[in-house]
């Protein structure tokens, strides 16, 4: 549950939900499941965590934050918007010809660090992050979010094992453990068993937690940090697949389906309600 | 051949610290001079060579210059995604540094083995190709490919065979280099990697009075220079320790296709993996790429007759 420390009018989960609703519709697009379970864990970041010295997507010693599973670009669009890094018309004609704001995440538009979409790509390269600020001495973080299902790609566990030799402390990977993958439950296609237990297997310093729950978010990712440990951290994200459109959640067709005019209307007034 | 990659490699680190060595647990003692004099720049990533190319582009977009090493057989065919998706389409300045290329591990087989890196690479948009034939055309490549600041996958094939040139080159490694000068305008020959020396002994032990250029980049390919030659010889002869399929032989026959069609004879690998095991020599002459092969090939195609040492 979301507390009152903790939210604030500053990307609030519903008004970026709306945003991702309306540019799914505008572009007539997939993967809106996919986006909303991790709004709630990029709300945090973008309010509290990720640095950006000169307010510019393309700051000098910025954090970065790499959307690993690139399909749930949306979420990070709805964020950069709110920033004011993407304009009115960029999200309105949303996958218009010509436009440059794709499906997945794309590191040409400032604010997206890779391109990512083949899954087990963004990982690796946030590795290659933080492994840069480790070797010129600076505080930047480095966020990789991965989905569930990408972890069956196995550059994962190479990263890791890398990340954790390294003592890469400056290096967190949040997993978005929504239970689901493109063509069913992760449990049925390839069980992942404990996470958690996985990444600490590998040297992480790991935790599970809501991935909804903002102020648990916004608490784990800064304990993690205040770790004396020299390990990497993977925050663990519980999330719901589709979370804030009733009929969305946990409903795995949301991965491909596409919006309506009516489904579009039940969907904008259930994330208003949900406000 | 291996001792100008390490001190050049030494070189561009000790005079640049954000040039970094990334090995997939590969190069054992020709990193020993690169563990020694810059140490804080070198990284074993691992037998890990999907993540380690990822990194590589991470470190390259704060700022750094990676060259990755590895056998070409896995660097850069099992990272064709990676080098694809992370370094080219955002144009970073990764120098890939395939080893071995062709058939230097010619008693391990096909997992060792590279003739197809070329065409896996060709077609990716952004990345430069740079097969040089010997020492002097290595460091060449691999300043360029330092100055270019672009990516760019280095072929490295055969260490041992001896220099075509007779010192240092100073150009664009992205020219043509004539290696030998002939009369004869029937055929010209155009050759990369390893097999830029067997061009040229060609030429000394079979046909004198034919032209011999070494091809050190093939990507870019120095189209205005092969047109050129397309105008003035009657035939190509293009020669490179790689698939007949995808290489050097088809950029130079796509090219001539549209502007200027002229015959040309692929001499390189007939499609098809080395089932048997021997030395680097015995694999040569099992794909018919000795020079006796080469001889017959040249002789049939451009009627020229079999050691004809015109004077």
């Known amino acids: 549950m979301q507390t009152s420390i903790h939210s604030s009018d500053r990307f609030k989960p519903s008004v970026l939900r709306k945003t991702v609703l309306d540019m799914a519709y505008a572009g007539s697009t997939v993967h809106i499941g ?3 379970s991790i709004i ?20 000098a010693g910025r954090d970065y934050l790499v959307l690993s599973k690139g399909h749930g670009v949306m979420a990070q669009y709805a964020c950069m918007y709110e920033r004011g890094w993407l304009t009115d018309t960029q999200v309105q004609n949303y996958f218009a010809d010509g436009s440059e704001l794709k499906g997945l995440s794309d590191s040409r538009i400032p604010g997206l660090e890779v391109t990512s979409g083949s899954l087990g790509h963004g990982f690796s390269v946030g590795v290659g992050l933080a492994l840069a600020a480790k070797l ?17 790609e196995g550059p994962i566990w190479e990263g890791a094992l890398f990340a954790a030799h390294h003592e890469l402390d400056n290096f967190m990977v949040i997993v978005d453990e929504n239970g689901f993958q493109a063509m069913g439950a992760t449990k049925d296609v390839m069980s992942l068993g404990s996470i958690e237990s996985k990444f600490e297997s590998f040297g992480f310093e790991a935790v599970t ?10 608490g784990a990712i800064a304990a993690l940090w205040a770790s004396p440990s020299k390990r990497p951290k993977a925050l663990i994200a519980k999330t719901v697949k589709g979370k804030g459109v009733p009929f969305m959640e946990n409903n795995n067709m949301w991965h491909y389906t596409r ?12 994330v208003a309600q949900g406000a | 051949m291996r001792q100008a990659f390490s001190d050049t490699l030494v070189a561009l680190a000790k005079a640049d610290p954000n040039v970094l060595l990334l090995t997939g647990d590969h190069g054992y003692a020709l990193f020993d001079a690169f563990r020694k004099e810059c140490p804080a720049q070198y990284i074993n990533a691992g037998i890990a060579e999907q993540n380690m190319v990822g990194m590589a582009a991470g470190l390259a977009r704060a700022g750094f210059r990676p060259f990755v090493y590895g056998l070409s057989a896995f660097i850069p065919v099992r990272v064709i995604e990676q080098i ?26 096909t997992s060792h083995q590279s003739t197809e890196d070329i065409a896996c690479t060709r077609a990716i948009p952004q990345l430069r190709i740079y097969s040089p034939a010997d020492r002097f055309e290595l460091v060449r490549c691999m300043t360029q490919s330092y100055e270019c600041a672009q990516p ?63 091809v050190p980049s093939i990507k870019p390919l120095d189209n205005a220079s092969i047109l050129e030659l397309a105008s003035r010889f009657n035939a190509f002869i293009v020669l490179e320790e ?19 069609p002229v015959r040309t004879l692929r001499i390189g690998v007939n499609d098809r993996f080395s089932h048997k095991c021997g030395t680097y020599q015995y694999l040569r002459v099992e794909h018919g790429l000795d020079l006796e092969n080469i001889r017959k090939k040249i002789s049939s195609f451009v009627g020229l007759p079999a050691s004809v040492k015109t004077a």
């Open chain 1, 209 to 218: 937690i809501d991935g909804h729950d903002e102020a648990a978010l916004d």
């Open chain 1, 136 to 152: 010129r001495f600076t505080d930047q973080k480095t966020y990789a979010i991965v989905g569930d299902g990408e972890i069956n």
């Open chain 1, 34 to 36: 996919c986006a909303f």
């Open chain 2, 242 to 260: 790689h698939s007949t399929i995808g290489g050097l032989g088809s950029a130079v026959t796509e090219l001539c296709s549209e502007f200027h």
């Open chain 1, 259 to 270: 919006l309506n005019d009516k489904t579009h209307a039940e969907a904008v007034a259930a």
């Open chain 2, 84 to 109: 694809k998706l992370d370094i080219a389409h955002d144009n970073l300045p990764v120098v890939l540094c395939g080893d071995g290329a062709g058939f230097v591990y010619s008693h391990l087989g």
């Open chain 2, 152 to 214: 760019v996958y280095l072929r490295m094939g055969k260490a041992d065979l001896g220099d075509v040139h007779a010192g240092a080159l100073s150009g664009s490694i992205e020219e043509l280099i004539q290696l030998r000068v002939g009369s004869d305008t029937r055929v010209a020959l155009l050759a990369t990697g390893s097999m830029a020396k067997a061009a040229v002994d060609a030429h000394e032990q079979f046909f004198p009075d034919a032209s011999v250029w070494s």
């Open chain 1, 40 to 59: 709630e864990i990029l709300a945090v970041l973008y309010r509290n965590h990720l640095r950006y010295p000169d307010n510019t997507p393309d700051s």
